[in-house]
């Protein structure tokens, strides 16, 4: 059995980037759908780009928690609305300090008929317009919730990126305006309810192919992950101090859904004995530990970080 990718967190050397200040911990609650998930390419579940963020704050000392328990792949706005407004959310959110959040795709996506082989894209414009309208709304009332429960989260709304890299360019027109329409709309709503929005389309557009390996599939791979994580850490840092290069990604560790069930049974199991993970002397010894708890899928476990 596979351990949680997350793991990689343990046997990192904690180091403050340069030109990194020391600032407030932040308790960090990721919201969405696959993409705050980390879904790959393949539909399993690995560190995405909320797992890069996290790692990055971490290493600059800023970082206390952290958990994608409110992420989950398929979700649509009404479904990331209706997991906040849950009792588990309530303790969540309460004392949130950071959120991000993806929801909005799925929204549209589902909409789109694609054919990898051939190329193609179709749908309804007038479908896809009543679903944009709906998903408008929704995402504010997602947004005003939000901010009643986590009110001392800085809220950030991620955009998205074409993800049908291999679509003839005749096909492209109608899906591209429906995109940046669906990237407009949440990035009004952002600064309607002062949060602030993250866009990640211009970085895919040129590299796009080297982010989305399977044709046949919308999500990135790992390094698609962490260029959506760096968008986010420029704007948050005001520079790019906490950017996460390439050669500083964890080894990728993808988990299966099935696997991932299998977790959550044996960690309900491990929780009526101790939800504290021993920490190895030798570990201690080269290591400063901070506690930070990673939950994902009802999944819980006690990291000991440097």
Known sequence: MKKLSFIFLV?????????????????YIVLGDSLAAGQTPYSQIDAGYTDFIALQLTRSGQLANF???????????ANVLASVQTERADELLAD???ITIS????????????????????????????ALNTARKDFATLLETVGVKAPNAKVYV????????????SQKAGTTKQLVTLNAILQQEAEIAEATFVPVYKQFEVAGPNYLPNVEDVHPNQNGYRVMANAFLEIYAGNESLAMPENAMPTPNPLTFEEILQL??????????????????????????INMYVMHFGYKETLFLS
């Open 96 to 98: 949130a300090t950071l």
């Open 67 to 77: 958990t994608k328990e409110l992420a989950f792949p398929g979700y649509t706005v």
């Open 103 to 130: 929801a909005g795709a799925n929204d549209l996506l589902r909409l789109v008929s694609h054919n990898p082989n051939a190329g193609t894209l179709s749908f309804s414009q007038l479908t896809a317009d009543f």
């Open 158 to 169: 991620m955009g998205y990126y074409f993800p049908y890299v291999n679509v003839h360019e």
């Open 264 to 289: 959550q049974q044996d960690a309900k199991s491990e929780d009526r004995k101790t939800e504290q993970v021993a920490v190895d002397a030798s570990v201690q010894k080269r290591h400063h530990p």
């Open 11 to 27: 046997s990192c050397f904690l180091l403050l980037p340069v030109g990194v200040k020391a600032q407030a911990v932040e308790n």
